[in-house]
């Protein structure tokens, strides 16, 4: 392909003092993602039914707890899941990861520290209430063991999610509120949590979280990656805080060029400084989406930060206090 034009300023040529005209290189229009194949709703029902299988294969044939599992994530996605819909995210959609849990997923260009930080508490306030709500009915029911059960997987699971560890909700909102990134305890949370994981499968002889604890370690390798990647591309003045759609054709071809020099494994038949369309070039463009970071506009107030820090913390003390100064009345 050929890639470079000849419409530069004219030049002398210090031999015949004619013009010479310079060659430009010109990078080649970048590719757009593909929209995901199939209907949302279908996707769904297909990765709630892998998460079931996998669950009842491979961890634990209890259909109650499966389906309790299941209904307590979903209820904590559907939270994010509206409230990105109120602040008009696009793309959204909800998925279940089979062994890891579910995921809400949404993209806008630009978002406030106040809109993410209700994003991020809507996943977890709604099953913390629900969990709360629960709890209270159980102590009036004379055989209210499994809705007591049910209401202390809600606060429970919930209440894991609130913690101040990236990239748990708590974690991002951590981030969020003060803008500053926490990689260091992030990355000793995720070795620590491998560790036990994998202490845990042994010891139980489940074996099948031993694939958790290899998805942490692979998120670490990832995340490596990522910032080796950051720092190449500061290195050449490239900016990647900024979304997909605000690339140049020349900052795509040149990201690209460098993601596939530290990850060749990306495409079998892409190399750095082919332009051409790979195959595999999907697969290119959300690995890219995964280097790019957007800043969060800064909208909060010192007074915003405080009311959604009070918010946090009654979220996490409030349930537990309730639940067990009441224990003993059950």
Do not use: C
């Amino acid at each position: 392909m050929d890639l470079s034009i000849n419409n530069g300023q004219p030049a002398p040529d210090n031999n015949t003092g004619d013009a010479i005209e310079t060659p430009v290189f010109v990078y080649p229009p970048k590719p757009l993602p593909e929209p995901p194949a199939g209907n949302s709703i279908v996707r769904f029902i297909i990765s709630i039914a892998l998460f079931g299988l996998a669950y009842y294969f491979l961890v634990s044939k209890n259909i109650y707890l499966l389906v309790v599992i299941a209904v307590v994530l979903l209820i904590h996605e559907l939270g994010h899941f509206f409230a990105m819909k109120f602040f008009r995210y696009q793309d959204l959609s909800i998925f279940f990861i089979p062994l890891l849990g579910a995921a809400a997923s949404g993209t806008k260009e630009n978002i406030s520290q106040k809109e993410k930080a209700i994003v991020l508490l809507a996943g977890p306030l709604p099953g913390i209430i629900a969990g709360l709500v629960l709890f209270f009915i159980a102590r009036n029911q004379p055989d209210g063991l499994q809705l007591l059960r049910l209401s202390y997987a809600f606060v429970l699971l919930n209440l894991f999610n609130l913690l101040p560890i990236y990239p748990l909700d708590g974690g991002q909102l951590l981030k969020t509120l003060f803008m500053r990134s926490n990689n260091t305890v992030s990355n000793i949370f995720i070795l620590v949590s491998a560790a036990l994981l994998t202490w845990y499968a042994v010891t139980r002889h489940l074996w099948a979280l031993l694939l958790i604890g290899m998805f942490l370690l692979l998120r670490l390798v990832v995340q490596a990656q990522t910032r080796k990647l950051r720092q190449r591309l500061d290195e050449l003045s490239i900016s990647w805080q900024k979304n997909f759609s605000q690339l140049t054709d020349e900052e795509y071809w040149r990201i690209r060029d460098e993601a596939l020099t530290i990850n060749p494994r990306l495409s079998t038949d892409a190399a750095p400084q082919v332009y051409e369309m790979s195959h595999d070039e999907n697969r290119i463009i959300s690995y890219i989406q995964g280097v790019l970071k957007t800043t969060v506009r800064k909208d909060l107030s010192a007074a915003g930060v405080a009311i959604i820090i009070v918010i946090w913390v009654a979220a996490a003390v409030a349930p537990l206090w309730f639940m067990t100064r009441l224990w003993y009345v059950l």
